[in-house]
């Protein structure tokens, strides 16, 4: 019998979260090297760490700190922005 631990599964759904939002954010030039230049990773570093629990925050934290890139990756994910939001929170914990 497998045990599952809720907060393990609320962090995987988080991350997957993150990382369907670091598609969007791929998918625009600018808007990557933005990513880029404000958490300080760098293509390798990012290939590299794409795993990372770090990684999946500091995606959300950057989409966070500037509304319209909050509410274009909701919007492209279908999804509250809140929900973004709220993965943030559940990877901090």
Do not use: C, Y
């Not at 809720?6 to 991350?15: G, I, N, W, Y």
């Not at 670091?22 to 600018?30: C, P, Q, S, T």
Request: proline content about 4%.
């Amino acid at each position: 019998m497998t045990i599952i631990n809720p907060d393990e599964d609320s962090v995987k759904d988080a991350s997957a979260l993150a990382l369907a939002a670091l598609g969007w954010l791929l998918a625009d030039d600018r808007r990557a090297q933005r990513l880029l230049d404000l958490t300080g990773l760098t293509p390798d570093g990012l290939r590299e760490s794409i795993g990372e629990v770090s990684t999946h925050i500091a995606i959300l934290d950057f989409l966070a700190a500037h509304e319209p890139d909050l509410m274009g990756a909701a919007d492209a994910l279908e999804i509250a922005p809140e929900q973004l939001v709220a993965a943030r929170r559940e990877l901090r914990r």
